[in-house]
């Protein structure tokens, strides 16, 4: 049983450009969650969905940044024209169907985001 | 102020020794706690959850004091694969799930 799976790990982008980064559950999974973790700072939630549905995005910058986790295919967090700023460690976790926030999320191996 | 706060470290201890890590949190609804161990560049994995009366898992014990806001680590017995960065996790509300900036543990042999 493959483990929640990321990609690209490693992105560069120019300011300007747009990132895509992909995230697929573990099997059986239907919960995804995405969080930043900026260069010696803590991990930041910043969206949870469940299959074609947002239901917490309190942690999402209003602008440039937007995710989707549609009924076929990976979870995407999508973020347009991005800044130096948005240079960090993305991470995506997930949990099985029918559990609350608080249970176990498993984490992947992270893309890591350079803009330079 | 940070809803999680944590010593930064780093720990530098001997292979064997007993080393302890304190978190404390701001928001007194919190309800939920967890430590979290990740390696260098690596993703975050759950140690342990932490509960109201206390839990041991092997050489790892976690402790709740509700009434001080703080939650505490104990590593006994130090081994070198213990190296990692330590990070205290508290859910607050229904998804607010905030990540202390990590404790960084060396164990030396």
């Known amino acids: 049983n493959a483990g929640v799976m990321q990609n690209p790990r490693h992105l560069v982008r120019r300011r300007g450009q747009e990132a895509r980064l992909r995230c697929s559950p573990m099997?059986?999974?239907?919960?995804v969650y995405w969080y930043r973790q900026l260069p010696e700072e803590g991990l930041k939630f910043m969206v949870y969905?469940?299959?074609?549905?947002?239901?917490?995005e309190s942690g999402m910058p209003k602008e440039r940044f937007s995710a989707e986790f549609p009924k076929e295919g990976p979870s995407i967090l999508r973020i347009q024209q991005v800044v130096r700023g948005d240079s960090a460690a993305y991470f995506c976790?997930?949990?099985?169907?029918?559990?609350?926030?608080?249970?176990?999320?498993?984490f992947g191996p992270g893309t890591r985001l350079t803009v330079l | 102020r940070k809803e999680v706060e944590q010593d930064p470290g780093p720990f530098n201890v001997p292979e064997g020794a007993t080393v302890a890590f304190n978190c404390t949190y701001s928001?007194?609804?919190?309800?939920?706690f967890f430590w979290y161990r990740q390696d260098c560049r690596k993703e975050p994995k759950l140690l342990m959850s932490v509960y109201s009366s206390g839990n041991e898992d092997g050489r790892f014990t976690a402790q709740l004091n509700r009434a001080s806001q703080y939650i505490s680590l104990l590593i006994r017995d130090s081994k070198l694969s213990d190296s990692a960065t330590y990070l205290c996790v508290v859910l607050t509300g229904a998804n607010n799930l905030f990540f202390g900036t990590g404790t960084r543990l060396t164990v030396i042999p």
């Open positions: 976790a997930s949990s099985p169907p029918s559990t609350s926030f608080t249970d176990t999320q498993y």
């Open positions: 969905l469940q299959k074609e549905n947002i239901i917490d």
């Open positions: 928001n007194s609804a919190s309800q939920s």
């Open positions: 099997k059986g999974h239907s919960h």
